[in-house]
C-alpha cells in the first residue's frame, strides 16, 4: 500500500493535507506535505513547465522527513494536459530509491520500485483513474495494475492487480518449500488492494478471489483441483493490528494419502493479531471453521526477550461429530478398509515454550463414541483423559525428563462385541503423556470360557514412531476351539504367563502358554511378529505336543481316521501374507497302552498325497478297498521343512535303505514309501496337494 501513497500525493494533497506556502507559486514551487493519519510527512518540490497550449510537464521529488515512511528521495516525472473537466497524466514514472523495508523471505532488502502508466483526474468530483500501470519491485515480477481513487467515504484509493498469477507464483515459491516452478497452475485470480478512510482512520485491505484454481505437482502427490474462494486481510493504517480471512468454498486436494473434499466441507479460518509492539510483542487469535469436520480455536501471544522469543496461549478443537474427520483422517490415509468411528470429540489445552521447546497440559474429551470394523463392534464409548506433552523444534513429541505428569484419566468401553470377546462396561485408567502412557489396573477380560488378565501396561514415547509398549499377560482356562479357524479346529485349552514387547517393528516375547489339545500336552513359545503393522508382517511361534490323540484331530480335519497318539514339534514358523513362509515340522508317532495304532484307507491315501503327491493305485488296492476299511500300522513319522518357497518332506521310519512315511505290521498292512527323499518342490505346488485332497471330501 505504500506504492499508493505517492499517486495520492499528486491526486489528493490539496484535499487531504495542509500547505504551508514556503516559496511564491510559480514555475518552480515546494510544499510541506502532512498526513499524520496515514504517517506520511515530508516535502514535495518541484518545477512545472509549459509546452504548449494546454500541455504541461511536471518534474519533481518528494523528501520524506519524520515519516514512518523510510526511503531515499522519490522522483516524480509526467506530461500533464488540461482537458475539460479532467486532469490527464500521460508518460507518468515514480522512482523510489531504497525503500526501508526488509522482506528476507521475498529476497527483498531496501529495494528500489518503479511505476509507470497513465491516468485522469476529474476536477468535478476528483476522482482519479489509472489504468495498465506497470510496477517494478525489487525483484519480483512485473506488476500491472489499474489505480482508482474516490473522494468519498473520507477517501478510498484502490488497486486491481492483472493476472497476479505470477507475483503469486513467486511469493509462494519463496515462502513455501514445497513449491516449486515446475508445478502445473491454472485459474481465475483477482488481486485488489484498497485504502480506506484516507482523511480519518486510513485501513488498507488486501483481497484475492480464486476460482478453478488447479495446482499440480510433476510426481503427483500434491494435487489441488478447482479451489474457489477468497483470501482477505485488513490492516489499519494508525493501528498496529491485522486480520485475514481465509475461505475455500469448494474443490478437492490431495496431499499425498490424505484426499480433503472442500465441495462437502468448506472452511473458513479467521485470524487476528497485532503487529510487533516497540517491545517485539504480538498478540493473536486464530478461529477455524471447518464444516463438519470440526472447530479449532486459539490465542497466543508472542513476546521477545534477552534469550529469543517465547509464547503462550490456549487452544481449542471441538468436533461434534467424528465421523467424517475419521474417515477424511485416518481410515482413507491409511487405508483402514471399513473402520468407522463416531462421537463427540473435545480437546483443550494449554500450551507455552519457546522455538525449541513446548509444553502442552490439556484435556480430551470424548462421549457417546463407537468404533466399528468388520469384526468388531463397539459402543457407547466415553473418555476423560488428561494429558502433558513436549514438543521439539519440529514440533515432534520429544523425551523430556522435567517433563510434569497429569492426573490420571479414563477410557469407558460400554459394549464390545469382538467375536469370543465381549466387554460390558469396561474402564481403562491411564496415565498420558508424551514421555510415557502408563494404563492402570484392568479387569479379567473374558475369552473363550476362560480369562486373561493384562498388566503393567505401558507404552514409552507413545505420541513418537520409537514408542515401545511393554506389558504382561496371564490366560487361564482360555478354551482354543472357539477361537481357532474352521479350517483348523484346535480343541483344547491353555493357560500361561508371557511378557511382551512391542515396537514399531517387532513384536516379541518372553514366556510360553501351556495346556491340553486333543488330549496332548502343548507349549506355544517364542511368538514373534516382524513388521507388525505392514502388509509385509511376518509373525510366528514355536509349538511343541506330546501324545496328541489322532482320532479326534483326523475326524475333525475330515482327512480320514487315524488312532493312536503323536508327538509333535512345529518350530522356526513364520507366517507372511496369511500362509506359511518357513518352517520344521517333526511329527511321528508314540506307543500309547491305552489305544491301538490303525488308519483308514481314506487317511492312508490323504498321507500318500503329500507325502509322494499320488494317491493309492492299482489292482492290490482295489482288491483291499472291497474287504478293508481300515488298517494297523506299526509306526508314522514325517519331516516337513518349508524355507524360501521349497518344500522337502521325508518320513522318519527308515529301514534297510527304505524311507517309510507309514509302515505295516510284520504280517498285514499298507507301507506309504518316500521313494525320493531328496526331492523338492514348491510351496505352491504343496498347497494344490492339500487342495486334491480338501476338494474330495
Known sequence: MLISFFLLLMLISPHTAYAERLNSFGVNWQFAVNLPQAGLSGVLKGSLKHIKKTDFHFSGEFIPQKSSLKAAKIRINTEVRLEEGSVAFRNLTIQIKKLGIRIPELELQNPDISIKGNGKLFTKNGVAKFENLSI???????????????PDSDGTLSLNIIDPLPLLEKIAGKLLDEVKPDWEKQGKLDLSLTLRKIKTKPESSFLL????????????????????????????????????????????????TLYLNLNKHPLKTTLTSTLP????????????????????????????TKNGLNYSGEASLQIPALAAPFKTLAVEPFSLGQLSANGTLALLCTFKGTPEKTILTGNINLTKGDFNSPTITSKSITANIPFSASLGKNLHPQPDKYLTAPKQGFINIGNLDAGQLKLSDFNIPITLSSNKAVFGNLDKIPLGGGKIKLSELAVNNPFSSDFALHGKLNAKDVNLLPLSPPSLPVDGKIDGNIEFWLLKKRFSTLGSFSGEVYGGKIKISEMFADNPFSKSRQYGADFNIEKLKLKPLSEALDIGRITGRMNLDLTDLVIAYDQPAKFKLYA???????????????????????????????????MFSQFFQEFSYAGLGLECTLDHDLFKIRGLIREDGIEYIIKKPPLFGINVINSNPENLISFSDMLKRLKRISGSR
Do not use: C, H
Open 136 to 150: 517494478a519491485v525489487g525483484n519480483l515480477p512485473l506488476i500491472n495494475t489499474d489505480l482508482n481513487y474516490s
Open 209 to 256: 478471489k480464486f476460482s478453478e484454481l488447479s495446482v499440480a505437482s510433476p510426481d503427483g502427490l500434491y494435487l489441488i483441483d478447482n479451489f474457489s474462494g477468497s483470501l482477505k486481510s485488513t490492516i489499519p493504517v494508525n493501528k498496529p493490528q491485522i486480520k485475514a480471512t481465509l475461505e475455500i468454498n469448494s474443490g478437492e486436494a490431495l496431499f499425498d
Open 277 to 304: 509492539d516497540k517491545k517485539g510483542n504480538i498478540s493473536s487469535r486464530i478461529n477455524t471453521q471447518w464444516e463438519k469436520m470440526g472447530n479449532i480455536t486459539a490465542k497466543t501471544l508472542i513476546k521477545k
Open 588 to 622: 511321528i508317532t508314540t506307543p500309547d497302552s491305552d489305544s491301538d495304532q490303525a488308519i483308514s484307507l481314506k487317511a492312508v491315501n490323504t498321507l500318500s498325497v503329500i507325502g509322494t503327491g499320488s494317491g493309492l493305485t492299482g489292482v492290490g488296492v482295489g
